[in-house]
């Protein structure tokens, strides 16, 4: 049976990183009604709520949409497992927390495609209109905004500092403040947690709106397809409680459900290749080639060595460490628990050529190279002390795609990454794997390790080392691209105000638009999406 909900001014797709700020921004006046669907539940639950629970949540399909990608021969053909949150906060609720907003010149590149307004002049007061950073409000940050930003300085593992010093001797020196005014360096890694809980979109945004009556939010709704009246979009189908239901949208239908279902949404809807769609049996409402292409993600890997000191493992393999650690954070909101596992990062250049750095670090001072059957071993880490670095490409050449697998809404799509498909991803990252070697060598790091386990002393050459990481790299959770923004509709799919090119009543509000991938974590430039989206629908309404 399908049944027709009463009308809203706007209908937001996916309450996940923008999603909620859209819904916080465009009802606060209390002018418009808005309905909010989300095809997951509450994140009112422990292990979302526990920052280090995260570990909890990686194979959890009650939060997690739990995606496969097509075998991909960039990664020796290995079919990477794509997490995506499906709850409330989006991926907010189960990613590791860590808050970068990116190189300032990832954003002029936006800005000098054709896209006015997304410059960093213009994102700037954006990011620190959203923050509440715990360091204090200067030129670059923020203080008093909705979501709160710790410094993460107490607690830290003795190794963290440690990582610090041996990557100064390395060549990399320290940077207090990787959101300020200089991203390169090693440092300390700020993180969306507030009194020892993760500060998801879903806190710091959602659940200060939903005490407004104007907003609507339905959990368990998965968006089937949008309703059309010519070639305008006026409303959403979705599956509710077993039923189909219809909410039309006197305004605007938006669409915030991330990189992989919003281009496929727009697909089962009509919008995109006109000839895939056809082989589906689809009717095709608007021919855009591009919805769907020009996936982009960050490949990461880690390096391991035993440790001849303790590290997090000794802590947090026993089942008494956890119980322990679990009391702490349950009576006091602190402890290993309370953090995120990667403590220490930064940021540096494979190339001193290069005009901004290229590669991310990752610090754990924990070690996981014995895995744990379907979890991903955060909370079962190995049974000596160990310590990973780990590393991620900022801004890979690299191309995949979002296609459908058939025409029904609740068939997960394919998901085709190409990981390391050029030949500058493919050297970059043989450059980086060398520098880790440089820093776990460098005094402050090289006295405290008895050994490297993965991948071992014994991979060594090019081509050794180039089959390592092809073996065991993976996404590291940062896709968007596949509705990219931009001024032309031969290449883009919404434009710089996130419309969507030849189709009125939609845009595109969330990773998805990325023209191009920002050099870090994903989750601040997703939000500053809905914080800008949510601005330029409430000018576009007066």
């Not at 710091?204 to 009246?229: D, H, K, S």
Request: net charge positive; charged share 20%.
């Amino acid at each position: 049976m399908t049944v027709t909900d009463e009308d809203f001014d706007y209908i937001i797709v996916g309450a996940g990183s923008a999603g909620c700020v859209l819904a916080e921004r465009l009802t606060a006046s209390g002018r418009y009604r808005v309905l909010l669907l989300e095809a997951g539940g509450s994140d009112l639950r422990l292990f979302v709520q526990m920052p280090l629970g995260y570990g909890k949540l990686f194979y959890d399909t009650g939060v997690n949409w739990a995606y496969r990608a097509e075998p991909d021969p960039g990664l020796a053909g290995q079919a990477d497992y794509w997490p995506r949150g499906k709850v409330l906060g989006g991926s907010s609720s189960i990613n590791a927390m860590v808050w970068i907003r990116g190189h300032r010149s990832d954003y002029d590149d936006w800005r000098d495609a054709g896209n006015p307004g997304w410059g960093w002049d213009a994102v700037l007061p954006a990011f620190r209109a959203i923050e509440d950073w715990e360091g204090g409000a200067d030129d670059w940050r923020g203080q008093g905004g909705p979501l709160h930003i710790s410094a993460n300085r107490a607690g830290l593992h003795p190794l963290t500092h440690a990582y610090v010093a041996a990557c100064a001797a390395a060549g990399l020196p320290e940077t207090p403040d990787f959101n300020g005014a200089q991203q390169e360096g090693a440092g300390i890694y700020q993180l969306t947690v507030k009194g020892g809980r993760r500060m998801s979109a879903a806190r710091a945004f959602l659940r200060p709106a939903l005490r407004r009556r104007n907003l609507v939010l339905r959990t368990r709704a998965q968006a089937t397809g949008l309703i059309w009246e010519g070639n305008r979009v006026t409303g959403v189908t979705y599956r509710h409680r077993g039923g189909e239901r219809r909410a039309r949208a006197g305004r605007e239908v938006i669409l915030a459900a991330g990189a992989v279902n919003t281009p496929q949404l727009l697909l089962l809807s009509g919008i995109g290749p006109g000839a895939e769609l056809r082989a589906m049996g689809l009717d095709v409402r608007h021919d855009n080639p591009n919805v769907g292409q020009h996936l982009m993600d960050h490949q990461g890997l880690n390096y391991t060595w035993r440790m001849t000191v303790p590290t997090l493992n000794q802590q947090l393999r026993p089942w008494w460490g956890k119980a322990l650690a679990g009391a702490r954070w349950l009576l006091t909101g602190a402890g290993p628990l309370s953090m995120s596992i990667n403590q220490g990062g930064g940021f540096f250049r494979t190339d001193p050529a290069l005009d901004r750095p290229n590669m991310q670090l990752y610090m754990q001072a924990f070690s996981t190279i014995i895995p744990r059957v379907g979890e991903r071993p955060v909370l079962t880490p190995d049974p000596f002390p160990g310590l990973s670095l780990g590393l991620s490409n900022c801004r890979p050449s690299s191309r995949g795609w979002i296609r459908l697998a058939s025409a029904d809404p609740f068939a997960a799509p394919r998901i085709q990454p190409n990981a390391f498909s050029t030949e500058g991803d493919v050297a970059e990252m043989l450059a980086a794997v060398k520098f880790l070697r440089r820093i776990a060598a460098a005094p402050p790091l090289a006295g405290l390790i008895a050994e490297e386990l993965r991948p071992g002393p014994a991979t060594a050459t090019d081509e050794e080392l180039i089959a390592d990481f092809r073996l065991r790299s993976g996404t590291v959770y940062h896709a968007s691209g596949t509705a990219r923004m931009g001024p032309d509709p031969a290449g883009a799919v919404v434009d710089a105000r996130l419309r969507v090119h030849g189709v009125p009543g939609l845009r595109v509000a969330d990773a998805s638009i990325f023209p191009t991938i920002p050099g870090g974590n994903t989750n601040a430039p997703a939000i500053l999406v809905g914080w800008k989206a949510a601005e330029m629908v409430l000018e576009d309404a007066r």
